[in-house]
């Protein structure tokens, strides 16, 4: 079945920046949008940013600290935070896109924890 | 883009049916019919229960359903069942290639 499974836990300190990882796996990669939606401590979801063919769009709260990469022959995506804040601590989620069937994230990764903290 | 309006909590017995409301903007809501809707379990990753307004994935029970009228959409879980306790959190296309959120909705199964 599909599934997407994401790099470990992440602790940095506030300037650093980090990179997650977000194996795809039981569907073809190419044919499904990603985005990364992530999650603070206590609070609701965020979208962050899309990727699909290699086109990107990002939220404009994180435009500009955000990149978001594919590696389709890894089938893999990646997400580089930079200029990481103690506001950045979050769990981040990849999220596939449903498909031309509709729209909604149907696949989610399990999730990663990245701390920021001096 | 300005997260999509939920109230902070609900509440039912079970049985009974709540609706939780997801209001937005003609942005978003009100501009495009997809609107879709997850089920967080505490410490666990969110689910899909709702899609395109009023879809259910394969597997999600009869009693969640959905609707929209203008800038809001609701969620409706109809015959409430203690596992249905939950945060709930709604999520709209908000044009170019981008989403918005609500803020969430905590259901109490009182």
């Known amino acids: 079945q599909a599934q997407l499974v994401q790099s470990g836990a992440e602790v940095k300190k506030p300037g650093a920046s980090v990179k997650v990882s977000c194996k795809a796996s039981?569907?073809?990669?190419?044919?499904?949008?990603l985005s990364w939606v992530r999650q603070a401590p206590g609070q609701g979801l965020e979208w962050m940013g899309w990727?699909?063919?290699?086109?990107?769009n990002y939220a404009q709260k994180v435009q500009g600290r955000v990149t978001l990469t594919t590696d389709t022959s890894t089938n893999t995506a990646y997400m580089d935070l930079r200029s990481l804040r103690s506001d950045d601590t979050a769990v981040y989620y990849c999220v596939r896109d449903i498909g031309p069937a509709g729209d909604a994230f149907d696949i989610w990764g399990q999730g990663t924890m990245v701390t920021v903290s001096s | 883009q300005s997260a999509l309006t939920q109230p902070r909590s609900v509440s039912g017995s079970p049985g009974q049916s709540v609706t939780i409301s997801c209001t937005g903007t003609?942005?978003?809501?009100?501009?495009?019919?997809?609107v879709s809707w997850y089920q967080q379990d505490p410490g666990k990753v969110p689910k899909l229960i709702l899609y395109?307004?009023?879809k259910r994935p394969s597997g999600v029970p009869g009693r969640f359903s959905g609707s929209k009228s203008d800038n809001t959409a609701s969620l409706t879980i109809s015959a409430l069942q203690a596992e249905d306790e939950a945060d709930y959190y709604c999520?709209?296309?908000?044009?170019?290639?981008?989403?918005?959120f609500g803020g969430g909705t905590k259901l109490t199964v009182l």
């Open positions: 990727i699909y063919s290699g086109n990107t």
């Open positions: 999520c709209s296309f908000a044009g170019t290639s981008s989403w918005v």
């Open positions: 039981g569907y073809t990669f190419v044919n499904h949008g």
């Open positions: 395109d307004v009023t």
């Open positions: 003609s942005r978003d809501v009100g501009a495009y019919n997809y």
